[in-house]
């Protein structure tokens, strides 16, 4: 299983936090040997080390729903969503394209597609976190945490 790591604070720069969620995230260095990933924002900190299994080559986290957008959510996620076939399916027929064939990114477009309830559609051995910080200019902290 991987590993996951979070921290949010609203009164300081995440940002500047780098060295510090890093060693967090390499506390779990033992759960996800695989590879290693940081993500930062002026208020969340999520960090991911990775057992790779399904789709070793594509499945790098933590995942932006858009890398180009940095208001898009991101995931980090640890365990096994069992129907994550069906569910990259039915997604399919929403209209989301996928650029991997694991199963945190269904999770990903899950969320986007229908929000926190995505949880409820879910079969598997799994936690999570999303940080949505919503559209820019949004209120603030009006961001949510999944």
Same mark, same amino acid.
């Given at each position: 299983?991987?590993?996951i790591?979070?921290?949010?604070?609203?009164?300081?720069?995440?940002?500047?936090?780098?060295?510090?969620?890093?060693a967090?995230?390499?506390?779990?260095?033992?759960?996800?040997?695989?590879?290693?990933?940081?993500?930062?924002?002026?208020?969340?900190?999520?960090?991911?080390?990775? +057992?790779?299994i399904?789709?070793p =080559?594509? @499945?790098? *986290?933590?995942? %932006?729903?858009?890398?180009q957008?940095? $208001?898009?959510?991101?995931?980090v996620?640890?365990?096994?969503?069992?129907?994550?076939?069906?569910?990259?399916?039915?997604?399919?027929?929403?209209?989301?394209?996928?650029?991997?064939?694991?199963?945190?990114?269904? +999770?990903?477009?899950?969320?986007? =597609?229908? @929000?926190? *309830?995505?949880? %409820?559609?879910?079969?598997?051995?799994? $936690?999570?976190?999303i940080w949505?910080p919503?559209p820019?200019?949004s209120?603030?902290?009006?961001?949510?945490?999944?």
């Amino acid at each position: 299983m991987c590993g996951i790591a979070g921290w949010i604070d609203y009164a300081r720069d995440m940002k500047s936090e780098r060295s510090t969620i890093g060693a967090m995230t390499r506390t779990l260095f033992t759960r996800g040997p695989d590879a290693s990933g940081l993500w930062l924002d002026a208020d969340a900190a999520l960090g991911h080390q990775r +057992l790779s299994i399904i789709d070793p =080559e594509h @499945g790098s *986290q933590p995942m %932006q729903a858009d890398e180009q957008d940095p $208001a898009s959510p991101v995931v980090v996620f640890n365990g096994e969503i069992y129907n994550f076939r069906e569910l990259r399916e039915e997604l399919v027929l929403c209209g989301h394209r996928f650029q991997t064939r694991c199963d945190t990114e269904v +999770l990903l477009h899950a969320y986007l =597609e229908w @929000g926190p *309830q995505s949880a %409820q559609r879910l079969n598997g051995i799994f $936690a999570y976190a999303i940080w949505d910080p919503g559209p820019a200019g949004s209120c603030s902290p009006g961001t949510r945490w999944v």
